[in-house]
């Protein structure tokens, strides 16, 4: 009898209280940057770094370690010279895909995004291992850069 009750009470408390450990794979979470103006989605399971000094700030997302994917935005303000400071793409985004060599993992594929508004240049580096890149690119970084926002 007690065991039934003891069962009875579980299944009762699974129904009204059900397990929620397990995070979605595709939860994301917005970072907004109030001192250069700009916010970017990004999974809620990354790791995020900031790093900032006098004329830059630079927020790196770091996700799966195991295929080297990473996603670093950088502000930066122009200095020099003065005819830049009014440079703006309305809205566009210019991308590039490289390969570059020289990181200390080794050879990534990497896709940047360069945006010019208001004297700020802002530049989205996405780069992970070449075996990963179509799969990073289609799961993170397209969503990533398409939800970037200035202003």
């Known amino acids: 009898m007690i065991r039934k009750l003891v069962l ?6 699974g129904l009204l209280f059900p397990f929620r450990g397990v995070v979605a794979q595709d939860e994301w979470t ?3 940057n109030p001192a250069y103006n700009f916010s970017i989605d990004y999974p809620s399971d990354w790791i995020r770094t900031e790093t900032t000094h006098s004329f830059y700030t630079m927020v790196t ?11 670093s935005v950088q502000a930066i303000e122009l200095i020099a010279p003065i005819e830049l400071k009014g440079l703006t793409t309305e809205g566009q985004i210019l991308y590039a895909t490289v390969t570059t060599e020289g990181f200390n ?3 990534h594929k990497q896709r940047q995004s360069i945006i010019a508004k208001d004297g700020i240049v802002y530049v989205i580096s996405c780069l992970t291992y070449p075996t990963s890149f179509q799969e990073a690119d ?9 939800s970037f926002k200035v202003g």
């Open 8 to 13: 009875a009470s579980v299944l009762v408390l």
């Open 61 to 71: 997302l770091v996700g799966s370690q195991d295929k080297g994917i990473k996603v």
């Open 138 to 146: 289609a799961k993170y970084f397209t969503r990533m850069i398409d």
């Open 105 to 107: 993992v080794g050879k």
């Open 30 to 32: 917005t970072y907004i």
